[in-house]
């Protein structure tokens, strides 16, 4: 199937609290990850683990996906999930053209981690999109 759904984030107000809700309900394994540019305790960004990773960090498990977890920026930010993309600038296209909106235009991750973008469609619902980078 084409354009998997491949990362969700779920902003918070308590990373600590949160935390510990989804590794005590789900058992799910949360580690802090090193973003180039953070700046900050509120810019702090915790891997979500699922499910167990390959060296490339992507799920071993056909169709399984992991996730993030960061300080909640706004009191509106919605539980995201990502949609995977060969191109986000092809898609950003189409999600105008179908009457959808760009929140967010394509962003580096950080390198070799690939692109982001966000978008509202026409139901008022809010996504993103992930481009994979090209690896050397």
Same mark, same amino acid.
Request: proline fraction near 5%.
């Given at each position: 199937? =084409?354009?998997? /759904?491949?990362?969700?984030?779920?902003?918070?107000?308590? /990373?600590?609290?949160?935390?510990?809700? #989804?590794?005590?309900?789900? +058992?799910?394994?949360?580690?802090?990850?090193?973003?180039?540019?953070?700046?900050?305790?509120?810019?702090?960004? #915790?891997?979500?683990?699922?499910?167990?990773?390959?060296?490339?960090?992507?799920?071993?498990?056909?169709?399984? /996906?992991?996730?993030?977890?960061?300080?909640? =920026?706004?009191?509106?930010?919605?539980?995201?999930? #990502?949609?995977?993309?060969?191109?986000? +600038?092809?898609?950003?296209?189409?999600?105008?053209?179908?009457?959808?909106?760009?929140?967010?235009?394509?962003?580096?991750?950080?390198?070799?981690?690939?692109?982001?973008?966000?978008?509202? +469609?026409?139901?008022?619902?809010?996504?993103?999109?992930?481009?994979?980078?090209?690896?050397?």
């Amino acid at each position: 199937m =084409k354009n998997p /759904i491949v990362h969700f984030e779920i902003p918070v107000d308590d /990373i600590e609290r949160a935390k510990t809700f #989804y590794t005590q309900v789900f +058992d799910w394994q949360i580690e802090k990850f090193e973003m180039p540019d953070s700046s900050s305790d509120e810019d702090d960004y #915790y891997m979500v683990r699922t499910i167990e990773v390959d060296e490339k960090q992507m799920p071993k498990q056909a169709g399984g /996906i992991n996730g993030g977890l960061m300080k909640r =920026k706004d009191p509106g930010q919605p539980f995201m999930n #990502y949609v995977s993309t060969d191109s986000i +600038d092809n898609t950003l296209n189409a999600i105008k053209e179908a009457g959808g909106e760009v929140l967010m235009s394509k962003t580096e991750i950080a390198p070799n981690m690939g692109w982001i973008a966000a978008f509202r +469609d026409t139901e008022g619902n809010i996504m993103g999109l992930h481009e994979i980078a090209e690896l050397d």
